[in-house]
Nanobody, 121 residues
């Protein structure tokens, strides 16, 4: 019914920048909160940043001041601008969204497939 497709991952040197994108498509009536999670090798998945439909973002302490989440509601897309990256940012990054599905009018959670981010010199 709904798909979240992520892009923009790759290799970046420490201190460098990267921008991730996640576009939602399908039977969408509206999208409520969207967010980015990440999972590093040997670690649990953690919330990186989230942004509700109203646009007020929140961040994990580990990325605050370095990452910026934003969204374009007209495009059903959420972004994660990653600046001043560190090796510990290396992880698979996943997009997440609460979506009200058109066919039912009910809200469901959806996850993207994940995109690899590697911060290394």
């Amino acid at each position: 019914q709904v798909q979240l497709v992520e892009s923009g991952g790759g290799l970046v040197q420490p201190g460098g920048s990267l921008r991730l994108s996640c576009a939602a498509s399908g039977s969408i009536l509206t999208i409520h909160a969207m967010g980015w999670y990440r999972q590093a090798p040997g670690k649990q998945r953690e919330l990186v940043a989230r942004i509700p439909s109203g646009g007020r973002a929140s961040y994990a302490d580990t990325v605050k001041g370095r990452f910026t989440i934003s969204r374009d509601n007209a495009k059903n897309t959420v972004y994660l601008q990653m600046n001043s990256t560190k090796p510990e940012d290396t992880a698979v990054y996943y997009c997440h969204a609460y979506v009200v599905v058109s066919s039912t009018g009910r809200e469901y959670q959806y996850w993207g497939q994940g995109t690899q981010v590697t911060v290394s010199s």
